[in-house]
């Protein structure tokens, strides 16, 4: 693999292949759009689940202690598997939160032009003659 190779996943969904966003930053390519299939309408959970996690006054994410097993090489048990504690309201299906994918819903990070996914390019071009959606994050 090199560093300007686009890697795709499979729809967790669907199990057809989805696709990102990536732009050239000079020494490979960063991913700047979510991954979405454009088979069943799925797209990736990006930032904002981090703001429906409880926080403390210094602005930590809480966890949720997991559960304690044995490990072999420590001879003790060991907390395993926190969990994020999130606030009640949240948007998310437990469908999503397991696949970390909307179910036929657009990340409201994604660029998009009348409700419809764009790259990136498209995006400019659009926010440069104004047609670009409006995000209320």
Known sequence: ????????????????????DWVDNGVGMVQCGPYHCHDCGASEIGPELFDWYY?????????????????EWAKKKVRWGH???????????????KTRFYQKKISPYANTVAGKLVDHKTAKEMYTIGKLDEKNI
Do not use: I, W
């Not at 693999?1 to 990102?20: E, F, G, I, L």
């Not at 926080?55 to 490990?71: A, E, F, I, M, S």
């Open 1 to 20: 693999m090199s560093a300007y190779d686009t890697p795709s996943r499979p729809c967790p969904y669907c199990q057809n292949q989805t696709d990102a």
């Open 55 to 71: 926080q403390d006054r210094d602005g930590n994410t809480l966890y949720l202690p997991g559960k304690r097993r044995y490990v």
């Open 83 to 97: 969990e994020p504690v999130l606030r009640p309201g949240h948007p998310f299906t437990e469908e999503e939160l």
